[in-house]
Structures are given as C-alpha cells and as structure tokens.
C-alpha cells in the first residue's frame, strides 16, 4: 500500500495534512488527488508552499509538471505562466485556475484547507 | 477630481494617444478603454511576420497588461461597445457594462470589405485583420493544402506570402492587371509579380471572382469560381479587397459621418466632447489606411485633451513599403503620368534595380523604388520640402551620394539627411531625433533607440537606417550585432554565459546566477534548462544534474501527451529488432492496457497514452526484456536511422547496418544543446534519408562520406559534406568529434544546422577534418563525459529513483473535506 496515503485524510481543524514537506521537491511539485479534482502542490524556492488546480486553463495541461520559477509555474504542454499565487496567467494569456489555500505546518507538514473544498463540492454539485 | 476619458477601440491609434497624454500629463483624467477584440494593445502592422513565422505575437505587443496596471488604466477586454448616448455621457457594451464620460474618443478602426459573392459567409473564407485572423490562418496552414487570396494589394501579399511561407499553395486573385495599383506603377508591379511567382506563388491578375464554391457538405470551400469559369482549388480563401472606415456607432449616435466620421483639424467630432482618430476618420474628404498619418491624429487629440495649442491635423504625402522578407519595395507621393509631368527612370534588370521619379516644375512629386530602396527616405523628404532639383537633376536618380557630386560612401546617403528628415515613416520620427536621443540618453542599441523613440518600433523597415545613424554617432562603439539576452533574466548572451561558465569554473545553477547577477531570483523557464545543459556539459563528473531545470519529458523519461499521459519508445538500435523484441513489447501492451502503439518516423516503435503512474512498471518489464530509454524525449541522440546495406542489398557499398548501431550504441545517452538525429545509408541511393540529418553517412565504395548540418522539421535542408574518411573507425572519431564540438559550442534548443551556421560550415571542416589534434581532443572529451552519462534512466527509476514523481503525494477521499 502506498505509504504516503497513510498521511490521508489525518484532519486537524479545517486543514488536511497531506504530507511533509520534504516530499516535494524544492522547485517542484506534487499532485493531490479527490475524485476528479487535481491539485498541484508547490513548493517554492523560497520553501513556501502553493495549491492551484492542476488544470491548464489553456488546454488543461498538468501544471504540476511544469518548472517552477519564482511564484509562478511554466506549463509544460505550451509554456503558459500561472501565478501559484493567484492562479493567473500571466503576461499576454488570459486565463486563471482554482487556488486552494495551503501552508506548512509546526512538525513541517504540509496542510491544505478543507474549506476550499467545500467549496469546490458545493460548486460541482 | 480626475475627469473621466472613455475610449472606443484598443487600436495603434488610442494607443498613442494615451502614450503621449501619460507622458506630459499622466494625472489629468481615468482612462477606460472598452476593447471588441479580447486583448491588449498589439501592433497590427506585424501581423504578416506573425504569420510568417519571423515574429511571435508575445513579440508585437505595444502595451502588455502590466502598462495598464501601471498607468491605472481599467482595459475591458472583449467588450464592445454597442450604444454611446450623448446626452447621459455614457457608453454600454454589448455585455451591458456602462460608463460615463467627460471625454470620448471613438477610435474603431475599420471593417475588411467582404464582397458579397455567393459562397462569401463559408467556414474557410477569412478576412485579414486582427490576430483571430492570423490564427485561423495558421491553424488552416497546418493541414497545408491550397489557399486563394482575393486582392494583390499590401494586405493580400502579405498574406499571400506568410501563407506560402506556411506551406500552403498560393494564388493570389487580383482585379486589376497590375499588382498594388495604388502604391506601383505598372513596370514595379510587374517586377513584384515575377519575384513572388519566382518563390512560387500563383499570380492572376485581370482575375474577377463570381463565386466561392463550397465542399459537398457545406463544411468548407472548395474552390473559387471566376468570372471566365475558370476554376481553381481551394480549402481557404482569403479576402484582402479594402477596408472601410467602422463608423457606423458613431452614425447610430448621431455624430456626422459620411464615409467616415468627420472631424476637425482638432479631431473633434460634431459633438465637443467626443473626439475620433485612426482609420474610423475621415478627414477633409480623405481616409486612411497607414499609421503614419493616424500617429499625427494621436498626436494632436493629446495636446487637446491637455487643452494645450497646436496646428491640429493636417493631410500630407505618404510612403508606403510591403513588408515581405527579401523583396524591396518603396513608393511615396503621387506617381501618376500627367501633361505637365516627366520622369526619370532608371533600370538595372541584372540586379533587379527599378527606380522611377515623377517631376513636376522641378520638383519630385512620387518615387517608386524596387530592388534598392536605401534612398526611398531622401526623395520623401525632397517631396515633403518641395526641393527645387534644377540642380542636381543628372545625378538626382542615384540618390544623395551623388546628388550634387558628393563623395559615394554607403553613409553619406544618411550622412546628408537634414536634421528634420524623416527616418521611421510610421512614427514620424526625424533624424534629429534619434540622435539626439542617442547622444543625450547614451543610447547603444536598437532596442534602446526604438524604446525611446519609437523609430522603427512599428513595421521595422527603416531599421537599417536606424543602425546607420546608430554606427554615425556613435562610431566604431556601434555594434550592429550585438547578440541578444539568454533571456529576461539576464544581460548576458548564450555565448557570453557559456564562455564565464567555464572562465569562472561556475559549477551550479546558484552559483551562476550569483557571479553572473541574474535579475530574477531563480531564473526562468527559458534560462534554468539551458544553464543545466551547459552545466551538464562543461563538468560532466562534477555537476549534480537539476531535475528541476527539466522539462518534464527529461525529468519523466517519457513525452507527455495532450492529455497528461506519457508515451514509451525504447532504443531499436539502428532500426533493428527481434521476434522477441516485439513478444516483449507486445506482452508489455496488453499487460498495461496501452491504447496506441505505433511505429515512428525514426524506425523503432512508441506506445503512446500509458498512465504516469504505470511508467516505472511498464519500464521494469520492457528492461527484462533488455530494451533501454530511446530518449524519444531528450536533447540528446534520438535515433541513428539506417539501410539494409551490404547484408542485404544489391547495391550496398558498406555495413551501414552495423555502422549505425555501433555509432548509436557509443554515443547513446548523451546530453546535447538540442535534439541530434543521426542515419547511415548504404550507397547514394540513400534510403536511409542521411542526407537531411544533423549527421548523416552516405558509405560510397571508396569509404564514408560523413554529411552535417541537415534538416527536415520545421526547416528542410539539405546536409553539407563534411568529408571523406576511409575506415568504419574514423568515420565514427569523426562524428563524435563533431557532435562534442557542437556540445561545446551549441546554445540551448540550436540544432545542430543553425549553429553549423552561425560558426561557418569551414569552420567546422577545418577543425574536424584537418585539424588531427582537435578532433582527438574532442573525442576524447565525448568519451569522459559518457562515462557519466550512459545509464539507463529507466532501469534507475525502476530500481526506484525520484518515486515522487510518479505517484501522487495524497488521495483524498471525497468524504474527507464534508
Ligand atoms: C513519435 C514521432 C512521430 C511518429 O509517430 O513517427 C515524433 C513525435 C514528436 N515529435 Fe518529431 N517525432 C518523430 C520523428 C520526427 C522526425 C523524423 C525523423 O526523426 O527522422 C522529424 C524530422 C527530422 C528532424 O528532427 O529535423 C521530427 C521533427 C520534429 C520537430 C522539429 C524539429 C526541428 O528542429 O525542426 C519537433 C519540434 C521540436 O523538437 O521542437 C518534433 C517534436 C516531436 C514531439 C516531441 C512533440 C512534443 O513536443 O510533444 C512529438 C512527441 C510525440 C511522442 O510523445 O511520442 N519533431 N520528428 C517520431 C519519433 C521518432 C523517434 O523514434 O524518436
Ligand atoms: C495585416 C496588416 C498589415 C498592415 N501593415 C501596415 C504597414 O506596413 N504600414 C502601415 O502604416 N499600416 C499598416 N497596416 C494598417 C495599420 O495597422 C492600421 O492603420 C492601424 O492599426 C489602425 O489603427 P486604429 O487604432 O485606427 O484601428 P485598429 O488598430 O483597427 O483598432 C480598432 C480596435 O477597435 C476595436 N473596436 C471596434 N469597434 C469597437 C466597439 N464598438 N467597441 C469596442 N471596441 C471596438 C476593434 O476590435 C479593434 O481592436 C496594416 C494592417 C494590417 C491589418
Ligand atoms: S508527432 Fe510531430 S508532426 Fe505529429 S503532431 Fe506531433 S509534433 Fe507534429
Ligand atoms: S495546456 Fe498549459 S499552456 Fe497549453
């Protein structure tokens, strides 16, 4: 079985524990997976972390796989940037993705809120 | 508080405005601009070398989004406006957003005129206008197959030939029996209708089309009908007959129209508070079609919007170039025969040189200039003056060099220019100007000019005026090229980088950006992939490989397909495989479900849409079966393609068989600046295609003959010839001396036939072929770094190197968040 699915699910308020930090490597990412949503989780070079939906607003290309740079990802289907903080893209694209709020926790953990997928829940139903 | 200032229009000529009104009084009003087209400002001018390839679109932006946000400037992309109602002072989009107004300007350009031929309103017809239409075009371009263009005016060349550019047949239907009637006489159109046939594109003139014929299914075009009957093929069809100024919002708010919207010298409209510039205008009984005169108009409804005095808009002589890579063309004035006038005409069919002038009472009224047009700017100006060139008349024809006997000096053209001598004819921008400008803000490059001036910021043809009058002020510290950043992140060349890599003993990624002073904090997507490459290359043993400076296919091992999953292609070395090769990998589809398998155009076989997570598993089983990456992904060697050669064929010279297996299994796994194809084919019959390889070999009886520098993807060339070599062995030092010498030298993404280029294909022959001792030292280099570099990437990542990569970090279940 899958170790880190072990993390799953372990709630503490509203935020999800989706595992630690180090799992991500510096300058990459990592999807998370509910059902049909994807999410790309950051982490940044400065060690802060971003959620956004792993879903190119181009033509839907998994950010998560692009290079990261600064706050922004480049995807890796057609080169679009997307803001990890905003999830806008930038310069002369137009477009945006969910963004999911996301921070790192006292033993380095890496939470995501829950409410934002409520949200998200809510919208889909 | 700020008076509000509503704008109709996000075209070249509101574009101006705002410039000049932020640039002398940047707090007098909020600006709100309701743009139709879902973008910002652009320069349309450059669409033709969008759709030919010379340009990107990112490249031809005026104002990205980020001047808007400077500037406070609220831009309502994709909102037209669709009622101005002059007694409420506000304006409402078609989505129903309103604003009110101190200040109006309508600036809605104009319409391309569609003629109404039955067939006109088909999927497939296009107009020519706005970067919609370019895309259309270019997605139209891809399935190749034939275009017509309607009308051999500026637009419809230009169209015409990024089209051809494309790959597309060309014809060009035009009405009247010469080409660009308005701006040519018949001789310059002529010369212009031989030089595109002579690049293959179709030319009727005297054509009139009756009727667009569409495809059995209404789905498409398929060809156009003249008038005669005639019938010709087509699956676009693009029309480029004229335009007609868009007034018909301001008719609806009763603003006084005729063809255009009429205004005043101030470019007031017949409502005080509502000005119009740019091509909805009609001024004085004219309209226009150029931006020149709409820079003049931008111009002078700033100084009013300041409330500042000034002469107001007036009509004057206008020049006009086609901006077609490799055809020279100028015209300007009034080049018309007349009673009253004479010419003077001045043919050089060797060369290709027209030049004609049309004199009245001593003075030049039209010039048209074909195949040399460095003059075009002078005789403008002698137009605009009036000069009287009783004087000079003899000589007149060759231009300011001789005018008047002076000195002949490339420079002394630009040299006796008169300070006011207009340079950039669409921005108006004069000599003294630009040097000015380059003497008091230490301007050294074009970029720099063209930022501060704007000359030759617009449609680029007066760049290499610019530069002249760069390297005359400036002297000998003008260096017209100079090579432009790696990228935003950086001053520094891909050479410059490359050479201070290796002088500083810079040995990682941090290390670089540090001593090198990038300017971002972890470089970009464009600069991180190469700097690792170039760290890759330069210290193969010391350098730790950052994944994170990949793109994912060489951080998966893998290419990702549209829909995020990957495709697999394992090494066929040479092209060659076995019956249990093939069990191997047929047992490898049915296991993991592959939906596609296929065999590539480099001779081995993908399977394509295998889920990222199956990577490692569908790799262990491939590698038992002793396949290993192909770096279908990588820049690195792709494929050696090769023939059946002397084991089987009639023909064969050599084993260009086992040559190309020997060469790919030495030099497999190798990083290079871009992808590196390789074939070996067993006589010049060359079935293997080596001859539009980055290497190829073509074995003759007497040995190999070793080819380079060929293309076949989006650039088709034919290979040079390095050299003959006698033995297998040599054939194989001298390929890789060659390839590790493009290693060394390459940027990041040249292949190798645009840096054979850029060094000299002597150059490279030089080295590899005569210099003995370098070769060596480049093979002998190779061979260090492959230690490093030949180990399978997937039998690493099945014994279960970067897990992260290939499987998600968590799951949650759908309850979870509830
Ligand atoms: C699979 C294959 C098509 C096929 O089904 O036959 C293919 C597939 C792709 N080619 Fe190709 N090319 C394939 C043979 C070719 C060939 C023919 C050849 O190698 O003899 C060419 C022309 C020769 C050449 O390279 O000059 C070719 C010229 C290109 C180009 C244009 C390169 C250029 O510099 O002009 C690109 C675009 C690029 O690299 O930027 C490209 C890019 C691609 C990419 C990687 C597009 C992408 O970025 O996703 C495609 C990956 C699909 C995949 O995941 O498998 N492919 N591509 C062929 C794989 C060969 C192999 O076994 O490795
Ligand atoms: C392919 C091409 C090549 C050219 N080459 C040259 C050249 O080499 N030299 C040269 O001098 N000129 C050239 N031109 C002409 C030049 O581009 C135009 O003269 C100039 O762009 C016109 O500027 P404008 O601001 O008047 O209008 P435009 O740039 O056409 O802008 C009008 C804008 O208004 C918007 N709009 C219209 N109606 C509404 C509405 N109701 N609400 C909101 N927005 C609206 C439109 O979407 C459009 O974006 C070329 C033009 C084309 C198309
Ligand atoms: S495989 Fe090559 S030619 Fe085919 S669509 Fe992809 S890049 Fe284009
Ligand atoms: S899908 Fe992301 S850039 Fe195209």
């Not at chain 2, 060009?172 to 018949?186: G, K, N």
């Not at chain 2, 080819?707 to 989006?714: E, I, R, S, T, V």
Request: with cysteine; hydrophobic share 40%; glycine share 10%.
């Amino acid at each position: 079985m899958n170790q880190e699915a072990d993390h799953m699910n372990a709630m503490t308020g509203n935020w999800i524990s989706l595992g630690a930090l180090d799992d991500i490597p510096l300058r990459g990412a990592r999807r998370v997976v509910r059902g049909d949503l994807a999410i790309a989780v950051f982490r940044t070079g400065d060690d802060s972390v971003r959620a956004i939906e792993d879903t190119c607003p181009h033509r839907k290309g998994p950010l998560s796989q692009g290079i990261v740079h600064g706050d922004c990802v480049t995807c890796p289907l057609h080169n679009w940037v997307i803001s990890l903080e905003t999830g806008v893209a930038q310069g002369a694209d137009e477009g945006s993705v969910r963004t999911f709020r996301v921070r790192v926790g006292k033993s380095a953990e890496v939470l995501l809120c829950a409410d934002d997928l409520d949200a998200d829940v809510k919208c889909r139903a | 508080m700020k008076k509000r200032l509503v704008i109709i229009g996000n075209g070249m000529a509101p574009g101006r405005v705002l410039d000049e009104l932020f640039e002398h009084a940047p707090d007098l009003y909020d600006v709100t601009i309701f743009n139709a087209e879902p973008r910002v400002n652009y320069d349309r001018i450059m669409l033709s070398p969008v759709l030919s390839g010379e340009k990107k679109y990112e490249e031809i932006i005026i104002h990205g989004d980020a001047w808007y946000v400077d500037h406070g400037v609220e831009l309502l992309k994709g909102e037209k406006v669709v009622n101005i109602d002059r007694d409420a002072k506000t304006v409402t989009s078609e989505n129903g957003v309103t604003a009110e107004y101190d200040k109006l300007i309508v600036a809605t350009g104009s319409l391309p005129i569609v003629i109404p031929v039955p067939g006109h309103d088909l999927p497939g017809v296009l107009t020519y206008r706005d970067l919609d239409d370019v895309t259309a075009m270019l997605l139209a371009a891809k399935s190749g197959g034939k275009a017509v263009v309607i009308g051999g005016g500026l637009l419809g060349l230009e169209a015409a030939a990024g089209l051809k550019e494309r790959g597309m047949d060309v014809t060009v239907l035009h009405l009247m029996p010469t080409l660009m009637e308005r701006q040519l006489d018949a001789a310059a159109g002529h010369l212009l209708q031989s030089t595109l046939e002579a690049r293959g594109i179709d030319i009727k003139t005297g054509a009139n089309t009756a009727e667009i014929l569409p495809q059995p299914n209404n789905k498409g075009v398929r060809a156009v009908r003249l008038e005669d009957g005639t019938e010709i093929d087509a699956d676009l069809v693009v029309m480029a007959v004229g335009i007609r100024p868009n007034a018909q919002l301001a008719k609806d708010a009763g603003l006084k129209t005729n063809r255009g919207i009429l205004v005043d010298p101030q470019m007031r409209t017949s409502d005080p508070d509502i000005y119009a510039v740019g091509e909805c205008v009609e001024f004085d009984g004219k309209v226009y079609g150029l931006v020149a005169p709409l820079y003049q108009m931008a111009g002078v409804t700033a100084r009013e919007l300041m409330g500042d005095a000034n002469d107001g808009f007036s009509d004057s002589a206008l020049a006009t170039k086609l901006k077609v890579t490799g055809v020279d063309l100028y015209s300007a004035g009034d080049f018309a025969d007349g009673e009253t006038r004479e010419e003077i005409v001045l043919r050089d069919a060797a060369n290709g040189v027209y030049k004609r002038l049309v004199l009245e009472d001593d003075k030049i009224v039209g010039v048209v200039l074909y195949g040399d047009t460095a003059d075009g700017g002078w005789f403008f100006q002698q137009i605009k003056d009036g000069t009287d060139i009783s004087g000079m008349r003899d000589t007149l024809i060759f231009g300011p060099a001789y005018a008047g006997g002076e000195a002949l000096d490339p420079m002394a053209a630009v040299a006796a220019l008169p300070d006011d001598a207009e340079i950039c004819g669409c921005n108006g921008v004069c000599k003294g100007k630009i040097v000015g400008a380059i003497s008091e803000k230490g301007l050294s490059s074009l970029d720099d000019v063209r930022a501060h001036t704007k000359a030759s910021a617009s449609c680029g043809t007066c760049t290499g005026l610019v530069e002249q009058l760069m390297s005359l002020t400036l002297g000998e510290a003008f260096d017209p090229d100079a090579v432009s950043p790696m990228c935003g992140c950086t001053d520094l060349s891909h050479d410059d980088v490359r050479r201070l890599i290796k002088a500083k003993e810079l040995k990682t990624i941090p290390a670089v950006m540090q001593t090198l002073e990038w300017k971002s904090s972890c470089g970009c997507a464009k600069c991180r992939p190469a700097l690792n490459y170039y760290l890759v290359c330069d210290w193969p043993d010391e350098y730790a490989d950052d994944y994170q400076s990949r793109f994912i296919n060489e951080r998966a091992h893998a290419n990702i397909q549209k829909d995020g999953t990957y495709s697999v292609v394992p090494r066929m070395w040479g092209g060659q495989t076995s019956s249990s090769e093939l069990r191997a990998i047929a047992d490898v589809v049915d296991k993991f479900n592959i939906p596609t398998v296929k065999v590539t155009g480099g001779q081995r076989i993908d399977m394509l849409g295998i889920k990222k997570e199956d990577l490692p598993a569908v790799w262990a089983d491939l590698g038992k079966a002793g396949f290993v990456s192909g770096h279908a992904y990588a820049k690195g060697l792709r494929t050696v393609k090769t023939c059946v050669g002397t084991d089987w064929c009639r023909f064969g010279t050599q084993d260009s068989t086992g040559l190309g297996v020997r060469i790919e299994k030495f030099m497999w796994g190798s990083w290079t600046p871009a992808k590196v194809k390789m074939a070996v084919s067993g006589c010049p019959r060359n079935c293997a295609e080596a001859t539009c390889k980055d290497v190829g070999v073509i074995c003759v009886d007497s040995g190999y003959e070793i080819h380079f520098a060929g293309a076949a993807g989006l650039d088709i060339k034919g290979t040079e010839v390095l050299g003959l070599v006698k033995t297998e062995t040599q054939a194989l030092e001298h390929i890789v001396a060659l390839v590790q010498m493009y290693r060394e030298q390459g940027h990041y993404l040249e292949r190798i036939y645009k840096w054979a280029k850029r060094i000299g294909y002597d150059e490279v022959r030089r080295q590899i072929m005569d210099d003995a001792e370098k070769r060596r030292a480049y093979f002998d280099r190779f061979v260090f770094s492959q230690k490093f570099a030949q180990v399978d990437p997937w039998s690493e990542r099945v014994s279960g190197k970067d897990k992260h990569e290939f499987k998600p970090m968590a799951t949650l279940s759908l309850q979870a968040a509830e």
